[in-house]
């Protein structure tokens, strides 16, 4: 099987200088981690380009249609028919050499992680979760986002491997730290040897957000004062990328190890799908996904 090609975008010297550059086939396009790719694991971050959905062809019956074919959505059965979604999957797996079959969790905005260690684990799709780590070959660990931070994270010396989603409960809870633990519990992951590619989120630009969830962060973080950006009276602008990568780095993860995507979900909704942007427009919103693997 051929390798897809890589392609030009506008944005790839800053996406290089970052760590990450884009992956095309077929009108398909991800965003892929050179790091963890250089450290032997199939990764990616999916974008809207490519599939078979129309997500913002339902729109409020007070706005006019706004009708774009060739969404990729990749999760939502109540928002999108099943076909359409389990199409922009398989077209979204040709992105990836060999012969890979996707897991995931029923995510709920929790601490739990989730360890695929047998096929069977791997096939129970339903479990709450909302991380995922394993070893097993031939699977891609996927979460689900739009808007919220997708974390991969890889271990070259033990081939352990994991897919984290962290929305602002998931940071308050320190799931990526979890996720963390359980790599060293479970595989004997030194957090020192581990590669870590932070995906495309809502970013601090535009991420405005109420006093509950400044109350939730500040709570966790003892230097919480450096992810906010004070807006208007009880709301502010948040990094939950900064906050992640500190949450990384006081696990024991090396900072020139950790790749953070310079993209924004809402600001490019061209690219992604964006929760806070589409739903209110649109009625729903699609999602992305971000997996990993063995290669």
Not at 121 to 135: F, G, H, K, L, M
Not at 215 to 233: A, L, M, V
Not at 237 to 247: I, K, R, S, T
């Amino acid at each position: 099987m051929s390798m897809p090609i890589e392609t030009i975008m506008p944005d790839d010297e800053i996406l290089t200088d970052a760590g990450f550059y884009w992956r095309e086939r077929h009108g398909v396009k991800v965003l892929v981690s050179r790091g963890l790719e250089e450290a032997g694991f199939a990764n990616g971050f999916s974008t809207r380009l490519g599939g078979v959905s129309s997500i913002r062809s339902v729109v409020p019956a007070t706005m006019d249609a706004c009708v774009v074919d060739g969404d990729l959505n990749l999760a939502g059965f109540d928002e999108d028919p099943a076909e359409n979604i389990f199409e922009n999957r398989r077209r979204f797996l040709t992105l990836f050499a060999g012969n890979y079959e996707l897991t995931s969790v029923w995510q709920v905005h929790c601490d739990d992680v989730k360890t695929v260690a047998s096929t069977a684990d791997a096939e129970r799709t339903e479990d709450r979760a909302d991380a995922i780590v394993s070893d097993l070959p031939g699977i891609l660990a996927g979460v689900k986002t739009a808007d919220c931070v997708p974390i991969l994270l890889g271990d070259p010396k033990n081939r352990a491997y994991a897919a984290v989603h962290s929305g602002w409960r998931g940071t308050s809870k320190l799931i990526a730290r979890r996720a963390v633990q359980i790599m060293h519990d479970t595989y004997g992951s030194d957090p020192a040897d581990l590669i870590c590619a932070i995906g495309p989120a809502a970013l601090c630009g535009n991420y405005e957000v109420g006093a509950d969830v400044i109350e939730s962060i500040s709570q966790t973080f003892r230097d919480h004062e450096r992810y906010f950006t004070p807006t208007r009276e009880g709301h502010a602008l948040v990094d939950l990328h900064l906050a992640n990568e500190d949450l990384l780095a006081d696990s024991g993860v090396n900072r020139a190890n950790i790749f953070k995507a310079p993209l924004c979900t809402m600001e490019r909704t061209d690219l992604f799908f964006s929760y806070r942007v589409e739903k209110a427009k649109y009625g729903r919103t699609g999602r992305l996904m971000s997996v990993i693997g063995l290669a």
